[in-house]
C-alpha cells in the first residue's frame, strides 16, 4: 500500500496535482479495503483519524481521486474503492461479491470488447465503458 501512495505522490508532482492530507488519507483509507466503502463509512474513518468532521472537504477529497484515476465509483454499490492503476487510463471491470462484498478491479483490455461490438452497430463510438459484474468471488464460491 506505501507504494501505491507512493506512486499517487509521484503522479501528483508530475502533474502539478496538489495531494493534501485529507486526499492522501482517503486513498490510503479506500486502498487499505478491498471491499467498496461509502462515502459515509470515510468520514467516519477520517473522524477516527483526526479529521474535523467535514463532509464536503471529504467529498471533494473523494472527487479529486476518480478524476484522477486513484479511485473509482462502484455505480451499483453507490461507493469507492482505491484504484490500482493511478494515473493510467483505463477502462476497468469490477467484479463485485454478492456475499462478502468484495470488489476486484481487473483490466478490461481492449476497445473492442462486446460493448463497442453492439455499440458501433448502433453507431455510437465508446470512449470509456464500465463493467460492473456481480456473482460471487473466489473465497465465497469455495465455501459454498
Ligand atoms: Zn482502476
Ligand atoms: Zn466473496
Redesign the pocket.
Known amino acids: 500500500m506505501e507504494k501505491n501512495i507512493q506512486e499517487a505522490e509521484n503522479y501528483c508532482q508530475q502533474n502539478g496535482l496538489n495531494l493534501t492530507p485529507v486526499r492522501r488519507k482517503v486513498l490510503e483509507i479506500l486502498l487499505e479495503k478491498n471491499t467498496a466503502i461509502g462515502a459515509y463509512e470515510i468520514l467516519d474513518l477520517l473522524r477516527e483519524s483526526g479529521f474535523k468532521n467535514q463532509p464536503p472537504v471529504a467529498y471533494r477529497a473523494l472527487d479529486f481521486l476518480v478524476q484522477n ?1 486513484f479511485a ?1 465509483k462502484i455505480e451499483q454499490l453507490n461507493s469507492f474503492i482505491g ?3 493511478p494515473g493510467k487510463d ?1 477502462s ?1 471491470a469490477f467484479m463485485i461479491c454478492r456475499n462478502c462484498d468484495s470488489v476486484s ?1 481487473e483490466e478490461a483490455l481492449t476497445r473492442n470488447f462486446s460493448v463497442s461490438q453492439i455499440a458501433s452497430k448502433a453507431g455510437f463510438t465508446v470512449e470509456k465503458a464500465v463493467i460492473e459484474a456481480r456473482g460471487l468471488c473466489q473465497s465465497c464460491s469455495d465455501l459454498a
Open positions: 484515476g473509482h484504484c490500482m492503476h483505463h476497468p478491479e
